[in-house]
């Protein structure tokens, strides 16, 4: 069993729905998470940080963090056709000194205009 | 800020050789991370380097190996190329103080192997 769990999808959705994207772990040490994005052909690019539980709001991404069912969310409103990209959950422990992210296999989103 | 960059970005290798792939961080970023990323095993941790030492590394052979010179610069090698060494290969820097550090990663070089 893998230490992160992502559907991987692929998940098709109308402009202007609310996407949700969610990830489970298994390692309670985890503290820090992420949301990246990653365009066809690019790299990752970091959308949200969150450390320990709780919720943070960035626009239209808001991101969520519950560390009692090990569970991460990432909810994107009003989706826009250039948010169609492969999206991955990233999570490490607080011990960790540095690099060594797990990461989840990455949803696929396409939002259809 | 000049971001992450990688060079070179496509590679095409045959079976038995070896490849030297390179990574310039962010300025002032002491850390770099190198990741293969394949569509089957998405991305996976190689290794880290901060400060020129190998600080943590992933479950890959001896065959993935790597270094960081004094202005931070990073490379990968890896030796006897096997097909299914065929990946995106990323490198991410941060300033590499904090488990919590944000890593900024670079656009990638694809390898394919034949």
């Known amino acids: 069993q893998k230490e992160v769990e992502q559907d991987p999808g692929p998940l098709s959705v109308p402009e202007g729905a609310i996407v949700s994207l969610n990830c489970t772990y298994s390692n309670s040490a985890f503290q820090y998470f992420m949301w990246y994005r990653q365009y066809s052909r690019k790299g990752p690019e970091l959308l949200m940080y969150?450390?320990?539980?709780g919720n943070k709001e960035d626009g239209r991404f808001t991101a969520q963090v519950d560390k009692s069912s090990k569970y991460i969310s990432l909810f994107i409103r009003d989706s826009q056709p250039s948010d169609s990209a492969t999206y991955l959950c990233?999570?490490?422990?607080?011990?960790?000194?540095?690099?060594?992210?797990?990461f989840g296999q990455g949803t696929e989103l396409s939002v259809k205009p | 800020k000049a971001g992450v960059t990688q060079t070179p970005r496509y590679l095409i290798k045959t079976r038995g050789q070896q490849v030297t792939l390179s990574c310039s961080p962010i300025s002032g970023h002491r850390s770099v991370s190198w990741y293969q990323q394949t569509p089957g095993q998405g991305l996976q941790f190689l290794f880290e380097?901060?400060?020129?030492?190998?600080?943590n590394k992933g479950n890959f052979p001896g065959r993935f190996s790597g270094r960081q010179f004094s202005n931070s610069r990073s490379e990968m090698n890896v030796s006897t190329l096997e097909l299914g060494d065929s990946a995106l290969y990323l490198c991410a820097s941060s300033i590499g103080t904090s488990g919590g550090d944000t890593q900024y990663f670079g656009p990638g070089t694809r390898l394919t192997v034949l």
């Open positions: 990233a999570m490490s422990p607080i011990y960790n000194q540095g690099g060594k992210l797990i």
């Open positions: 380097y901060f400060s020129e030492t190998q600080r």
């Open positions: 969150t450390y320990s539980s």
